[in-house]
T-cell receptor
Framework: NAGVTQTPKFRILKIGQSMTLQCTQDMNHNYMYWYRQDPGMGLKLIYYSVGAGITDKGEVPNGYNVSRSTTEDFPLRLELAAPSQTSVYFC?????????????FGPGTRLTVT | KQEVTQIPAALSVPEGENLVLNCSFTDSAIYNLQWFRQDPGKGLTSLLLIQSSQREQTSGRLNASLDKSSGRSTLYIAASQPGDSATYLCAVSDNSGNTPLVFGKGTRLSVIA
């Protein structure tokens, strides 16, 4: 199993540009998550999904959009990039049965908006 | 709203020392607690997961304890090694079962050879 994979690893965007961060997991996990991590801070949840076709906002959803058309993929879209979106983005997945399962993380995408 | 605090923010110890990292959370009605390791520029690696009904979990030189009533967890690292140098993050999920993890800001550990 490759686990959770993310592309790209690095990206520089100009203010106002758009892009999609890709995330794929091959563990048949039902839950998937997008977090951002700013220097010296913990991780903040952007969006999450409990299954294909279902998404929900996290703590910091403004400026982002997601979709979950398949179990494996959970892309994060940035529209009209702003310097405040400069961060490291992590995708994660878990299997949520009767109790919450262990979360597995991808390697991250380092995004700079200038 | 659940808040997770980790103290200290940074810790430097000589190789071979046993050490304890602390995590506290404000709402004791948690579902589980997870400890992660993060190396610089890398993603998070899960170390230990403690369900709310458990009091501790062990993996090799690592032992994590959970005291729900006091809102605390500790990660004990025995016989520390330079390879243990990393940031350690604590995260909890709340009792609804459908809310993702709430993270602390982490403790940055340096083990000096």
């Amino acid at each position: 199993n490759a686990g959770v994979t993310q592309t790209p690893k690095f990206r520089i965007l100009k203010i106002g540009q758009s892009m999609t961060l890709q995330c794929t997991q091959d563990m048949n996990h039902n839950y998937m998550y997008w977090y951002r991590q700013d220097p010296g801070m913990g991780l903040k949840l952007i969006y999450y999904s409990v299954g294909a076709g279902i998404t929900d906002k996290g703590e910091v959803p403004n400026g982002y959009n997601v979709s979950r058309s398949t179990t494996e993929d959970f892309p994060l879209r940035l529209e009209l990039a702003a310097p405040s979106q400069t961060s490291v983005y992590f995708c994660a997945s878990s299997y949520q049965g009767r109790q919450l399962g262990e979360q597995y993380f991808g390697p991250g995408t380092r995004l700079t908006v200038t | 709203k659940q808040e997770v605090t980790q103290i200290p923010a940074a810790l430097s110890v000589p190789e071979g020392e046993n050490l304890v990292l602390n995590c506290s959370f404000t709402d004791s009605a948690i579902y589980n607690l997870q400890w992660f390791r993060q190396d610089p520029g890398k993603g998070l690696t899960s170390l230990l997961l403690i369900q709310s009904s458990q009091r501790e979990q062990t993996s090799g030189r690592l032992n994590a304890s959970l005291d729900k009533s006091s809102g605390r967890s500790t990660l004990y690292i025995a016989a520390s090694q330079p390879g243990d140098s990393a940031t350690y993050l604590c995260a909890v999920s709340d009792n609804s079962g459908n809310t993702p993890l709430v993270f602390g800001k982490g403790t940055r550990l340096s083990v000096i050879a």
